[in-house]
């Protein structure tokens, strides 16, 4: 009985202490990497009244009235841009409406910094919003010459707003159209 009992004393002193070790796990650090491509950027030139260079990572769609989608496939991504012609003093309301456009998203982000575009030398004027927070877009614009043109854009993405997962795209996107902006040229 004494030997069962050493035995069995034994057994569960080596269970406990072998049990009660801390194995040291390392683990990777929590950063994502999102590596996009250095943009290079070309040229588009169509029928309508003005031209803009666009990253070479983009597909073009042409719609109807001179709009046109710069889809980014491998962001799942979309950039919508609006064309209207300045005509019988309606250039108060194109503005008025592209404001309003940014500003609707004011109840799901959390600012909306502005930052003005003038370029004079192309007469290119505009405004760009930056969209922060779980929002449906992340960045809107407009520019126009104040005269003729009016181009407002829009960007959006695929998938529900989460601004934390989708910001290194963000951030990437918006170059792009501060690209856009700075070549436009009306015709």
Known sequence: MKIYSLVFLLFTSFFFITSCEDDVLVKPSAMLRLDYPKPTYRTIKTDCPYSFSVNENTTIVRKKDCNINITYPNMKATLYLTYNDVRNNNLDSLLRDAQNLAYDHTRKANSIPEQPFINPDKKV??????????????????????????????????????????????????????KLMETISWK
Do not use: C, W
């Not at 929002?135 to 614009?141: I, N, R, V, Y």
């Open 125 to 178: 004027y505009g405004m760009f919003y930056m969209i922060n927070g779980n929002a449906a877009t992340q960045a809107e614009f407009y520019v126009t010459d104040s005269i003729n043109h009016f181009l407002n854009g829009a960007l959006y993405f695929d998938a529900k707003p989460n601004f934390d997962s989708i910001y290194p795209a963000v951030v990437y996107l918006r170059e792009d159209i501060r």
